[in-house]
């Protein structure tokens, strides 16, 4: 597991107990090759993340202000990775099963992107820019994609 914290981000009391909260939950009984990088710019922005089980990633980069990034992980071979830029945008994701993969990428302001998925070979890609944009979906079961673009 790595934390990464750029240098320009100075920690506060409250931002310094969200990086231990999300060390503690990143690590499971039998951790495995759990991974979890975090790297936030702007002002108030807010990651918590949950794994269990094997070879799960989180790779979370917010610049902006206000962003804030939810994500749970069950099962193995599980991958999240959201970008945001601007601000106030919002990504909630929840995997459970086996080889699940998320993308997600929100560069404008009060883009809301919510994946839920579970079972096998799930993946899912969302792209948004500009501003207020919702993206929400859910998958189940084998073999399905999922690719969402808007501008």
């Not at 917010?62 to 945001?84: A, C, K």
């Not at 070979?121 to 944009?133: D, E, F, K, L, S």
Request: aromatic letters at 2%; hydrophobic letters at 35%; a positive charge.
């Amino acid at each position: 597991m790595r934390l990464a914290f750029p240098t320009r981000w100075t920690a506060t009391a409250p931002c310094a107990a969200l990086a231990v909260l999300v060390a503690l939950t990143s690590l499971p009984a039998d951790a495995g090759t759990n991974r979890v990088s975090v790297d936030q710019w702007g002002r108030n922005n807010s990651v918590a993340t949950q794994q269990d089980g094997y070879r799960q990633r989180v790779s979370i980069k917010q610049e902006g202000r206000g962003n804030l990034s939810l994500n749970t992980q069950d099962g193995s071979r599980n991958r999240v990775t959201i970008g945001q830029s601007g601000c106030n945008n919002v990504a909630d994701t929840a995997q459970g099963g086996r080889r699940n993969i998320v993308g997600v990428a929100q560069m404008g302001c009060r883009n809301d992107a919510t994946v839920t998925q579970s079972g096998h070979r799930n993946a899912i890609g969302v792209i948004q820019t500009g501003r207020g944009n919702t993206a929400k979906t859910t998958q189940a079961g084998n073999g399905n994609v999922v690719l969402i673009i808007q501008d």
